[in-house]
């Protein structure tokens, strides 16, 4: 059975700093998602890693895919308030499985 | 091109209601599933559709019913509702590795 697990679970950033949020999963893939939700709202598509080292960068956003170590990160640089939001990433195993999603709050 | 649509946004059932979430999309997907999502948690798979006419469980369909009759509708039926049921459903559409996601139904039962 897959199982996916995200940590930190909460990350509390002040504005400017760089942080990683971590996602494991426990059998083979070969596709992971990241995702973002705001409060009350659906969930927004950052990415799509579909390859062992695939790298993908959007603004402050960077995800990288390791499927050899099962994980997966996604790298904020120079956190800004927008940024401010729960991210899930999602493995692929036949049906999308969910991590519990980081909850992340920049502080300015 | 609309995405995917839910219907209703909101509602409250009283325990032992019965009521159907409707799922919309105008993609020409074939595959389609619904999740729910408690709060704090990430989403579980309910039921999804691999085209008209096919369904599958997915991780926790117990008390639920789905149907695919036609490629865009993907209804979501709860009998028998139980305040476990209280949470936030969302349905999804595919193509290959995409999903796109319906702005959710929030669900309460009292």
């Known amino acids: 059975e897959l199982k996916v697990e995200q940590n930190p679970l909460f990350l509390s950033m002040q504005e400017g700093k760089n942080y990683t949020i971590y996602c494991n999963y426990s059998?083979?893939?070969?596709?992971l998602y990241w995702y973002r939700q705001d409060p009350g709202k659906s969930l927004e598509s950052l990415f799509v890693?579909?390859?062992?080292?695939a790298v993908k960068q959007e603004g402050r956003l960077m995800a990288s895919l390791d499927t050899k170590a099962r994980l997966s990160t996604l790298h904020i640089t120079a956190a800004v308030h927008d940024l401010s939001a729960t991210y899930f990433c999602?493995?692929?195993?036949?049906?999308?499985?969910f991590g519990a999603g980081t909850i992340l709050r920049v502080k300015s | 091109n609309a995405g995917v649509t839910q219907t209703p946004k909101f509602r409250i059932l009283k325990i032992g209601q019965s009521m159907t979430l409707q799922c919309t999309q105008d993609?020409?997907?074939?595959?389609m599933y619904w999740y729910r999502q408690d709060p704090g948690m990430g989403l579980k798979l309910i039921y999804y559709?691999?085209?008209?006419?096919?369904?599958d469980k997915g991780e926790v369909p117990n008390g639920y019913n789905v149907s695919r009759s036609t490629t865009e509708d993907f209804p979501l039926r709860l009998e028998l509702a139980a305040p476990s049921q209280t949470s936030v459903y969302f349905c999804?559409?595919?193509?290959?590795?995409?999903?796109?996601f319906g702005p959710g139904t929030r669900l309460t039962v009292l």
């Open positions: 059998t083979t893939s070969d596709r």
């Open positions: 559709s691999v085209g008209a006419g096919i369904t």
């Open positions: 999804a559409s595919s193509r290959v590795n995409e999903q796109f």
């Open positions: 999602a493995v692929d195993g036949g049906a999308l499985v």
């Open positions: 890693l579909l390859s062992n080292g």
């Open positions: 993609m020409n997907h074939n595959y």
